[in-house]
């Protein structure tokens, strides 16, 4: 839907409301993506965004285009915005798998569970069986989540035991889930321990070779329209 309305948020980036203009945003911020410029590659990419509300541009491109976005916000850590950014190409395109695995890590970093699981779901329904490299990201994604439920629980019940025994002793209330969403329960948690898995800890890693282990570099092909 194009917005004629509404200013232009960088004036200053030579970029024309055009295809011509649309294509350079995606060319430009992607280049400053390779160079780790993530503030600058997200001022490129919201340009290209500005410039999508006033040409015709093919929802599927559009929707790339949102999901580049959002892998440049989960470097800088802003998992609100990087949510955000998946769900808009999801609403473009629903068959855009780096988008909905997106959605699972954004969801994961915001300490959501369950829906970041139930992201997963919805991607592995789509990628099993193929040989999407996706299906390995999700196998180990679900096993972040399993890790960051456990530790969840072991701060609680450390809270709880500091607290003394009256404030142990009270009864934990954890909402019911949506009909037909996947839980990641205590069972689920204690069946991956039981198999022995392994989990890299953060004293192993840096915070940005995890985060880049679960992230995904923007998509390169979109620079020319058909």
Aim: proline share 6%; glycine share 4%; net charge negative.
């Amino acid at each position: 839907q194009i917005e004629v309305s509404n200013p232009d948020p960088y004036p200053n980036l030579d970029a024309q409301p055009d295809i011509a203009g649309f294509e350079k945003t995606i060319r430009v911020g992607n280049i400053f993506y390779k160079s780790e410029l993530m503030e600058e590659c997200v001022r490129w990419f919201d340009k290209g965004i500005w410039i999508a509300g006033r040409v015709e541009v093919p929802s599927d491109r559009l929707s790339i285009l949102y999901q580049n976005r959002a892998i440049a916000q989960m470097n800088l850590e802003l998992w609100e915005d990087a949510l955000a950014s998946c769900e808009e190409a999801l609403q473009l395109n629903p068959l855009n798998n780096k988008a909905q695995y997106g959605t699972a890590i954004a969801q994961l970093e915001l300490g959501r569970f369950r829906e970041s699981w139930s992201a997963l779901d919805k991607l592995s329904q789509a990628i099993t069986g193929t040989s999407n490299p996706l299906v390995q990201s999700v196998k180990k994604l679900r096993l972040e989540i399993l890790e960051a439920k456990r530790a969840e629980k072991q701060r609680a019940d450390s809270v709880a035991a500091a607290a003394g025994p009256s404030a142990s002793a009270a009864p934990l209330l954890v909402p019911a889930p949506p009909t037909g969403v996947a839980v990641v329960d205590d069972a689920v948690t204690s069946a991956a321990s039981s198999s022995n898995i392994i989990m890299n800890s953060s004293s192993s890693s840096s915070m940005m070779e995890q985060k880049q282990q679960k992230s995904l570099p923007p998509d390169q092909d979109v620079h020319a329209m058909d």
